[in-house]
């Protein structure tokens, strides 16, 4: 019913900047939610940041002051990210709820060297 189309992912140095992209289309009624998920190698996948249509975000400790979650008109949702670390290499997957069925993303490679 919902597609979600990612794009953004790199390999950037340590301290460069990135910017996700992922688009919502399909047999859309009204999101309320999307967000950011991001799964390492070796570990559980982790919520990045989320916003409602409040305007209401989250981030996770960790990216806090770095990272920054917003939404346009157009069911699109980014995520800018400054200052990367290594750490932050994962897989980062798009994710958004339409009348509480939740829809992913394929993923997109994010990598950063040290």
């Known amino acids: 019913q919902v597609q979600l189309a990612e794009s953004g992912g790199g390999l950037v140095q340590a301290g460069g900047s990135l910017r996700l992209s992922c688009a919502a289309s399909?047999?859309?009624?009204?999101?309320?939610?999307m967000g950011w998920y991001r799964q390492a190698p070796g570990k559980q996948r982790e919520l990045v940041a989320d916003?409602?249509?409040?305007?209401?975000t989250r981030y996770v400790d960790s990216v806090k002051g770095r990272f920054t979650i917003s939404r346009d008109n157009k069911n699109t949702v980014y995520l800018q990210m400054n200052n990367l670390k290594p750490e932050d290499t994962a897989v980062y997957y798009c994710?958004?709820?339409?009348?509480?069925?939740?829809?992913w993303g394929q993923g997109t490679q994010v990598t950063v060297s040290s």
């Open positions: 994710n958004c709820v339409d009348r509480g069925y939740s829809y």
């Open positions: 399909g047999r859309i009624f009204s999101i309320n939610y």
């Open positions: 916003i409602t249509n409040s305007g209401r």
